[in-house]
């Protein structure tokens, strides 16, 4: 067992392969029957699957990374800089842009009645303009300064330590605005479509 789930790949694969199994289970019997459907059921898996790796590794920031740096021994710090935090926000800003590209293709037919607020689509509005600014952030205002405070590019320690509390300051922006970020995503279709 534990020969086969060590690998991440063979993890991913079953993970991908028991989906395929509840998809069939569940719905097989619709399969074929309308495309349009099967294209929404599929965005929508991919979005809310690439939202919780971008959000639960924003959380994982938040809740651990942060908090804990201050109290890491000099020495130990490296591991984190150097192995941890960058394959993190690797898997970070990808994730944002699937959850984006994702969700615009969900929102197809009303992108415009939402984006402008028009009525019946505010709540989802709010929500897609939240995760759009949420993920501006992550693609050009941390992962840049983080790319400084994790010494990936070269800078002076002023620069370093400068990096370090931007990409901090707007990774807790994002904390902030991911609660009503999620209330937009299930405001439209779980409880009113304002
Ligand atoms: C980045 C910008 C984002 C855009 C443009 C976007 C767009 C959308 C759209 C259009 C829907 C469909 C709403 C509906 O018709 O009911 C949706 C649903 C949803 N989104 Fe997002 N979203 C974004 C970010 C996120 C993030 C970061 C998460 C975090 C997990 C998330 C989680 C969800 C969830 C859980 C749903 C509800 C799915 C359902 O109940 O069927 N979204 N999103």
Same mark, same amino acid.
């Given at each position: 067992?534990?020969?086969?789930?060590?690998?991440?790949?063979?993890?991913?694969?079953?993970?991908?392969?028991?989906?395929?199994?509840?998809?069939?289970? +569940?719905?097989?019997?619709?399969?074929?029957?309308?495309?349009?459907?099967?294209?929404?059921?599929?965005?929508?898996? !991919?979005?809310?699957?690439?939202?919780?790796?971008?959000?639960?590794?924003?959380?994982?920031?938040? +809740?651990?990374?942060?908090?804990?740096?201050?109290?890491?021994?000099?020495?130990?710090?490296?591991?984190?800089?150097?192995?941890?935090?960058?394959?993190?926000?690797?898997?970070?800003?990808?994730?944002?842009?699937?959850?984006?590209?994702?969700?615009?293709?969900?929102?197809?037919?009303?992108?415009?009645?939402?984006?402008?607020?028009?009525?019946?689509?505010?709540?989802?509005?709010?929500?897609?303009?939240?995760?759009?600014?949420?993920?501006?952030? !992550?693609?050009?205002?941390?992962?840049?300064?983080?790319?400084?405070?994790?010494?990936? !590019?070269?800078?002076?320690?002023?620069?370093?330590?400068?990096?370090?509390?931007?990409?901090?300051?707007?990774?807790?922006?994002? +904390?902030?605005?991911? +609660?009503?970020?999620?209330?937009?995503?299930?405001?439209?279709?779980?409880?009113?479509?304002?």
């Amino acid at each position: 067992m534990a020969a086969v789930l060590g690998k991440l790949s063979n993890a991913l694969l079953i993970g991908l392969a028991l989906l395929v199994l509840a998809i069939v289970g +569940f719905h097989g019997g619709f399969i074929g029957s309308d495309a349009g459907a099967w294209t929404q059921g599929f965005l929508r898996v !991919v979005h809310v699957w690439a939202g919780i790796l971008w959000i639960g590794l924003l959380y994982y920031f938040n +809740f651990v990374q942060i908090p804990t740096m201050p109290a890491v021994p000099a020495e130990l710090k490296p591991g984190v800089t150097k192995y941890i935090a960058p394959k993190a926000l690797l898997y970070f800003r990808h994730g944002s842009l699937l959850t984006l590209i994702a969700g615009l293709g969900l929102a197809g037919g009303y992108l415009v009645e939402a984006l402008t607020f028009a009525e019946g689509y505010r709540v989802i509005g709010m929500g897609m303009w939240l995760g759009i600014i949420m993920a501006f952030n !992550v693609w050009f205002l941390i992962w840049p300064n983080q790319k400084i405070a994790l010494g990936i !590019v070269e800078a002076d320690a002023d620069a370093k330590a400068k990096a370090a509390k931007t990409a901090m300051i707007f990774s807790r922006t994002n +904390f902030v605005l991911s +609660f009503p970020m999620l209330y937009g995503m299930i405001g439209h279709g779980h409880i009113s479509p304002v």
